[in-house]
């Protein structure tokens, strides 16, 4: 007696002739079936979700000829079917909410994709593969993400991918290594660069720290977010110890993020990658995704201020803005520093708006107490000291983000940037707005340069909502084919991975055999 424990479908699932049998027997959709099952970790997901083995095996005893009872071959059929019809969702929508997860997205079923309808309709008209492919995200990045894995998994498996790994990469004996520098762990660090395509094959390893293997370790800086100097410290020693096991998962959380990020819902978007600290503006024609604009960017504390990931339209610029400083900004920072300094009202361009929208540019302690009962708010003048720069590009949300230029453009010559409240500090202003305003002939270079710059704040209402999405990506494919790997600064792919491992994850469709 087979004894199967399957989901229960939706209506229509049990019908009348089996899906996946011809008189008794596993028709050809069924082995594919059980293979794409059985594959389901090229895309990142896990077989053991969907009982690829068991699927797989009592298929192929169904095969065999076993005396098998029709209310069996009935129960094995559903059972298939729920497996796929699982794969399938998690395939197209992923594995857990993205709000469990610290992702403000709203649910993508709103597609029109329905798993099981689908299924059918692919079963039904023989081309299974093509369609289980078709339901990916169709994302570019998408497709080269999920060939990195393949590239990282085979680097895992490799007993000569992983040698360079089963060795400790000494530590060098100053608290950094400089080019020059004689090295105990060179022949390890060669090792490890060749092996992960920063070097080529056959480097020959030098006797001191020199020539190319300080060019491999640029390149590998490079590919994984660290300053560029050649410079073999903290950070970079920390990331060279990452095994590929370890960037095999952070590649598969990656592309559970890919298909519930919001990416390229429309012609025109504005993307923020937290982790990379960059922000890129994308134009999607025929088929092909082209990046109009790239640029550094600013993002929120991960030690207090997170930036919320989530996403919403942009609606409105405003030119030479003012700042309307955060009430718990006020109470933490601006208040304190004004008790104790009252020319730091005027230093900064700070005013005092009562209720009734009053605006009071003169000091007195009674305004500060007012400003903590909520009566007053504090706001900074349009100007050199303010610190939204001369520009703020408005996507109303519940999280009062924002992106907006800064006073103090210093910060961007860091490695990593995160230092602001929450809202996103962009380095290149002139360029977004360009391309936030590219098709309104009437807003030139020059005219967004002046009204930045003339010091009276003006709100201009886009003609059309441009999406923005602030995204969480800790692994990306960029246009040179090369794998960029970012570090997890506020924690999110440890979250994720921890989601995913629940044992709530265990596949409904679980097969058992008596």
Known sequence: MVVFCVAVLGAGAAAAEPLWFDGG??????????????????????????DAEGLQRAVADAADGWAWADEDVAQLDIALTAAMQRYLTDLRFGRVDPRQVHAN????????????VYLYAAVIERRLPDAVRAA???????????????????????????????????RPLQRKLEPGQAYAGMAVLVQRLVALGDLPPATPVPLYYEGAVVEGVKAFQRRHGLAEDGVVGKATLEQLDVSPAARVRQIELTLERLRWTPLLQGPRMIVVNVPEFVLRAYEARDGRVEVKAAMKVIVGSALDTRTPIFDEDMRFIEFSPYWNVPPSIARAETIPRLRQDAAYLDQQGFEFVAGDGQVITTFAPEYLD????????????????????????????????????????????????DFSHGCVRVEEPVALARFVLQDDPDWS??????????????????????????????????????????????????????????????????????
């Open 105 to 116: 997205f709203v649910a993508t079923a709103g597609d029109g994709f329905d798993p099981l």
């Open 370 to 417: 007012a400003v903590l009962r909520g009566e007053m708010r504090i706001r900074q003048r349009p100007g050199p000291a303010n610190a939204l720069g001369d520009i703020k590009f408005i996507f109303p949300n519940n999280n009062n983000i924002f992106l907006h230029h800064t006073s103090t453009p210093r910060l961007f010559g860091k490695d990593r940037r």
């Open 445 to 514: 270079e020059e005219r967004i340069r002046t009204a930045m710059t003339q010091g009276v704040s003006k709100t201009l209402r886009l003609r059309e909502p441009l999406p923005v999405v602030i995204a969480y990506s800790t692994v990306l494919v960029k246009s040179d084919g090369l794998v960029y790997f970012f570090r997890d600064i506020y924690g999110h792919d440890k979250l994720l991975d921890a989601a995913l491992r629940q044992p709530a994850r265990s596949g409904p469709s679980s097969l058992a055999q008596q």
């Open 136 to 170: 990916a995200p169709v994302l570019p990045l998408y497709a080269n993400v999920r060939e990195a894995l393949r590239r990282y998994r085979n680097l895992a498996r490799d007993p000569s991918g992983i040698a360079p790994w089963l060795a400790a990469l000494p």
């Open 25 to 50: 027997r596993p028709n050809a959709q069924a082995w594919q079936a059980v293979e794409i099952l059985a594959a389901a970790a090229e895309d990142g997901l896990d077989a053991r979700d969907y």
